[in-house]
């Protein structure tokens, strides 16, 4: 039982951090279209043969 | 003409016979030249997977009058393009048309051709795309137009503080659900080990612990995740209401108190992990509420977006120039162009042309306007350029009086409140009397268990399913009308529209098409009815009159020359040498002319041997106008016709649709009080209109639709858009509302039956913390499953 004594606290620290990707994520704007982002890779996927996109990421 | 047309391969409205074109190796058939030019855009530039790929039918394009060169004006694009660095310049446009995500792919593939186009990042939820470009290589009205070609209809994005403010409402909202859910899930797993605790037997050391931490988690739930809840309570009792808000608000505010006294005092029970669940799964239907309530949220649109942003003042000395619309002020000159939309009120300085007002005054009629004559703000110019004086701009328009007529209208309202508001506060003091009662009888019997035996029946009481009840089902029954046509952007009229005894309609734009076509034609000599059509297409290429564009379908290779457009009268010009006249009578044969045929919009073609052919013009029905009323009626509503078009057209069309009680000439505000004083004889009832001028009826209706062809400012004052302008679709609605709601009450009865059986046990003190959050999840699944009935094709 003693074991939860850094355990306990190690989860807590893990969910502050948690907390804190999401206020990131989410102020940074990447759930401000909760529609579109996931079917954006079927039009891609679509779009390639026409025109070949150019090395670098565009993410 | 008559028999069921295909749909049109772009907007999927009837199609036309005269508008085909081969596209991906088959003839396609299309409603209107515009949907066709689209289509053949997209097409053209290997964007045509577009069609798989969309959800819905596109909205039927509309001709683009807007010259778009104005945004390339420094002075209109301060208003809002920023400059970044060098010539690279950012700017956020509102773009009308989108309805999925195929659009938003079709859009930002379209926009990358351009050369000099840096980046376009468009969002599908609230239709804003966000543009980088360089300024030497592309001009901003390139962007524009590139728009405009593939169909869509792009705003500059002006006045975003509405929709700031209500995008970081958004993103609040969700950072509550997430911490409430983050928080939920750790105070849930901490809670399991007090359960098999409390079964198994748990040390009092590590008990005591356990429920340290569970409180821990729960604090930022309760103090971050849940103060909405707090805000509406405290809005409510001020306003002396028993609210949903109050109600939960007391329960997690009580319960959270007592559990940190057990924690304290290291007795009686906590209920940290089910007030994290309580506020987690209420937060998520109320968020779900919202967005779908906001998914097509416009912008406020203002009167702004109907009038054009830049114009053209003359100087004193006779020079002209383009300026911001913001800086122009009463008794400056301004010159409007033909076709254009007049930016503010005025006078007529010089020029003589006609001014189409049914925006305004929902007559069809072109009115004639000469030197001293007035002209009003968002009406639009007829076929030549006028010089104005400027009498009135902004706020003091006619235009703006309409607006104030609105908020007036809407304060009058009746008062709509949701049946879930209702109950709430019944169940409230119910709930107040039986915790209290509890806490009596068992301090007289057991004075040390009777705090906790009273906290369980608040807890579990905690009125989460039945403040699910209703958002629940909403969002399912919203999702639904949207696909069949029916855009609702205020949830709440779903009640409403269940108990609507009276349908009022607009005339023009709403029960017909809103645009003159070519009904008959009645040949006097022996010339083809085609040949005939063709000349007079010839003849009013030119003109920008409402009764040219009846003849743009049937443009041949015909060219007239000379042309000449008599105000009031007709057109003038020679067609392979052939001097032809058409118009009024009087002026296509002036040596005799002949009678009308009989009532109706007859125009006269001539030449100089005298009159050829009677052609008839009409604002045709829409085809689904007919079936519409029959079933509106079938279903026991009255039926009543409020048109601001002359009394005569209003009469002779109530008569062949069978609507007895018809009335024309009607200004907004007569139309307004009309509809007020069927609500005072107890009627409820539903508006649909399309116009500026039916803004202050819509507002004063207890359930108001705009067409799905209304301008941006009639659409956002409406509680819905009937987006396909299939009228069909509103007897649908109406059924559906019943569903919904009926869906919404089983909702209601399951929660309070679930409370029935809970509290008198809870009464008893037989429920322990896990069975309370066992049975508070529980009972809110069951709503939940119950709502997602209502669409079936997720």
Redesign the interface.
């Known amino acids: ?1 003693e074991s ?1 004594y850094f355990l ?1 606290p190690i ?2 620290a893990f ?1 502050a951090l ?2 804190g990707l ?2 990131w994520a ?2 940074g704007g990447q ?6 982002e996931g ?2 890779i ?2 891609e996927q ?2 390639k043969p ?2 070949p996109q150019q090395p670098e990421d565009q993410a | 003409m008559t028999s069921l047309a295909a749909p049109c391969y772009h907007c999927g409205l009837p199609a036309h016979p005269e508008f085909s074109a081969p596209l991906q190796g088959a003839l396609q058939h299309f409603c209107c030249l515009g949907c066709q030019a689209v289509a053949q855009a997209i097409m053209g530039s290997g964007l045509g997977d577009f069609y798989q790929f969309r959800e819905q039918q596109n909205p039927k394009v509309e001709a683009q009058a807007l010259a778009f060169s104005a945004y390339d004006n420094p002075a209109v694009q301060s208003e809002f393009v920023h400059s970044l660095s060098g010539d690279l310049h950012e700017a956020q446009l509102l773009i009308g048309g989108i309805s999925c995500a195929a659009c938003v792919w079709l859009i930002e593939k379209h926009l990358q051709t351009l050369p000099g186009l840096v980046s376009v990042s468009v969002n599908s939820t609230n239709h804003r795309a966000f543009v980088r470009w360089h300024s030497e290589q592309l001009p901003l009205s390139r962007i524009f137009a590139a728009l405009g070609q593939i169909g869509f209809t792009p705003m500059p994005q002006v006045a975003a503080s509405a929709y700031q403010f209500w995008q970081a409402q958004q993103k609040t909202a969700l950072l509550r659900v997430g911490v409430a859910g983050i928080s939920m899930m750790q105070a849930g797993m901490v809670a399991v080990g007090l359960y098999a605790g409390a079964l198994q037997g748990l040390d009092a050391h590590w008990q005591n612990i356990l429920r340290w931490i569970t409180c821990i988690f729960a604090l930022p739930v309760l103090f971050y995740a849940a103060v909405p809840f707090y805000v509406g309570a405290w809005r409510a009792l001020r306003l002396r209401q028993l609210t949903m808000d109050v109600s939960v608000s007391l329960a997690l505010l009580l319960a959270f108190a007592a559990s940190l006294y057990a924690t304290l005092t290291r007795t009686g029970e906590v209920y940290f992990e089910s007030l994290s669940m309580f506020v987690f799964i209420l937060l998520s239907g109320r968020y779900l509420e919202q967005r779908a309530r906001f998914r097509n949220f416009q912008q406020s649109a203002s009167l702004q977006s109907l009038l054009p942003l830049a114009v053209t003042q003359q100087l004193a000395d006779g020079s002209e120039s383009l300026v911001p619309l913001r800086s122009v002020e009463p008794g400056q000159r301004i010159r409007v162009m033909p076709g254009a939309i007049f930016p503010c009120d005025g006078r007529v300085l010089a020029g003589s042309s006609y001014a189409i007002e049914a925006i305004l005054s929902g007559e069809a009629e072109p009115q004639a306007k000469q030197p001293g004559d007035r002209v009003l703000a968002g009406t639009h110019n007829g076929d030549t350029a006028l010089l104005l004086e400027v009498e009135a701009t902004g706020a003091a328009t006619q235009l703006a009086a309409i607006e104030q007529l609105f908020a007036q209208a809407a304060s009058q309202r009746p008062a709509q409140q949701a049946l879930a508001d209702r109950l709430a506060g019944h169940f409230v003091a119910a709930v107040l009397v039986i915790s209290l009662a509890t806490f009596a009888v068992w301090y007289w019997l057991e004075p040390s268990r009777a705090l906790w035996i009273a906290l369980s029946v608040l807890v579990v009481t905690c009125p989460c399913a039945l403040s699910l009840a209703t958002p629940a089902a909403l969002v399912c029954g919203l999702g639904r009308l949207r696909q069949q046509g029916l855009l609702v952007t205020s949830p709440s009229v779903l009640e409403t529209l269940t108990r609507v005894t009276h349908v009022v309609f607009d005339k023009t734009g709403t029960l017909t098409h809103g645009e003159l076509r070519v009904e008959e034609v009645t040949c006097l000599r022996n010339v083809p009815r085609d040949a005939v059509l063709a000349i007079i297409a010839a003849l009013e290429a030119a003109s920008a009159h409402p009764i040219a564009k009846a003849f743009a379908l049937y443009a041949s290779d015909l060219r007239a020359s000379n042309l000449e457009v008599v105000a009031a009268s007709g057109v003038q010009g020679e067609v392979m040498a052939e001097h032809y006249r058409f118009g009024t009578p009087a002026f296509a044969w002036p040596a005799s002319p002949p009678a009308y045929p009989n009532a109706g919009q007859w125009q006269l073609l001539a030449d100089a041997q005298g009159p050829i052919a009677w052609v008839r013009l009409c604002d045709q029905l829409r085809l689904s106008a007919l079936p519409a009323l029959a079933q509106l009626r079938a279903q026991g509503l009255a039926v009543s016709l409020l048109s601001g078009d002359r009394a005569e057209t209003v009469t002779n069309l109530a008569a062949d649709l069978g609507i007895d009680d018809a009335q024309g000439a009607m200004v907004p505000a007569a139309k307004l009080a009309q509809v007020q004083s069927l609500q005072q004889q107890g009627s409820v009832v539903l508006m649909v209109g399309d116009g500026i001028n039916d803004v202050p009826v819509l507002g004063g209706a207890d359930v108001s639709i705009a067409m799905g062809s209304a301008s941006a400012l009639t659409q956002t004052r409406a509680d819905a858009i009937l987006l396909s302008g299939d009228l069909q679709a509103l007897p649908k609605a109406l059924v559906f509302a019943q569903r919904v709601t009926s869906v919404i009450r089983q909702n209601l009865w399951w929660a309070l039956a679930y409370n029935l059986v809970a509290l008198p046990a809870a009464v008893m003190g037989w429920i322990p913390p896990w069975l309370a959050a066992v049975g508070m999840s529980s009972s809110s699944l069951v709503v939940v499953l119950n709502s997602l009935r209502l669409n079936p094709s997720r």
């Open positions: 039982m939860l306990i989860s807590m969910v948690a907390i999401y206020f989410v102020k759930y401000d279209d909760l529609e579109l079917k954006r079927l039009f679509e779009a026409q025109a």
